[in-house]
């Protein structure tokens, strides 16, 4: 049997949508600095402090390894992000953000910050509230 979620056959296919949608808000930010969505991913997880490993990084941005590391190269290219071999293991790579890479970071969060904002604002402080709860939720299971 299949159930309707708000037009949607599945659970999947609104959850999709829904990124789809919100990414579409960050679509003119990213493209200006010519960037994916998943090269954004991997910049909103780095710091400008001690680098974390190129798995770490493509876990938390939800990434294949091989992905992570094609996207990471190009970052490198461009001069957004650092690596450096960790002091207590030097085959281990650290990646975080160089200056050019956290002031690119925080003009995108700028704008996605208005983005959030606008809906919240659409949505209203409690069901905004109550969709970030069960995103969690879902995210969690």
Do not use: K
């Not at 309707?4 to 789809?20: D, K, W």
């Not at 991913?41 to 190129?54: K, P, R, V």
């Not at 996605?112 to 509230?129: I, K, S, V």
């Amino acid at each position: 049997m299949t159930t309707i979620v708000g037009g949607y056959s599945t659970l999947h296919g609104a959850l999709r949508a829904a990124e789809r949608r919100w990414l579409g808000h960050l679509d003119d930010a990213l493209c200006a600095r010519q960037l994916s969505a998943d090269q954004w991913s991997m910049l909103s997880n780095l710091s400008d402090e001690a680098g974390i490993t190129m798995s770490e990084l493509a876990f938390r941005s939800q990434l294949a390894p091989s992905s992570a590391t094609r996207h990471a190269d190009f970052l490198a290219e461009r001069g957004l992000i650092f690596r450096l071999a960790a002091e207590d293991d030097r085959r281990r790579i650290l990646i975080g953000l160089s200056r050019l890479g956290v002031e690119l970071v925080e003009s995108v969060q700028a704008e996605e910050a208005r983005a959030e904002q606008q809906l919240r604002t659409r949505m209203g402080a409690r069901r905004y509230a109550e969709l970030l709860r069960l995103l969690e939720l879902v995210s969690a299971t």
